[in-house]
Nanobody, 123 residues
Framework: LVKLVESGGGSVQAGGSLRLSCTAS????????MGWFRQVPGKEREGVATISARGEVTYTDSVKGRFTVSRDNAKNTQYLQMNSLKPEDAAMYYC?????????????????WGQGTQVTVSA
């Protein structure tokens, strides 16, 4: 059974930084895609970034240059370093994973989900 556990959310002022972590368990090996998605009430879950097992990354346009996704395959963990946070970045952030290759950055393509961690950004 695959399990994803996020940590690192919290509250920060605009312009600040946060680092999210997500540790996966239950995969037979590390050849899976990991990603970050976010959602605010009343809106669809939005793709933020994905990273393949080989380190290939994809970002949504609104976070390019501010967010960095990385992963440590030895620890089955991915990270999302969020810098220059804006109030519009505030959301519930979800860790996600997909068996094998990374799909387009859309929630419907991901197979597994964490419970989410809240990020709050005050102006």
């Amino acid at each position: 059974l695959v399990k994803l556990v996020e940590s690192g959310g919290g509250s920060v002022q605009a312009g600040g930084s946060l680092r999210l972590s997500c540790t996966a368990s239950g995969f037979p090996d590390t050849s899976y895609c990991m990603g970050w998605f976010r959602q605010v009430p009343g809106k669809e879950r939005e793709g933020v970034a994905t990273i393949s097992a080989r380190g290939e990354v994809t970002y949504t346009d609104s976070v390019k240059g501010r967010f960095t996704v990385s992963r440590d395959n030895a620890k089955n963990t991915q990270y999302l370093q969020m810098n220059s946070l804006k109030p519009e970045d505030a959301a519930m952030y979800y860790c996600a994973a997909r068996d094998f290759s990374c799909p387009p950055l859309e929630a419907r393509y991901m197979d597994h989900w964490g419970q989410g961690t809240q990020v709050t950004v005050s102006a």
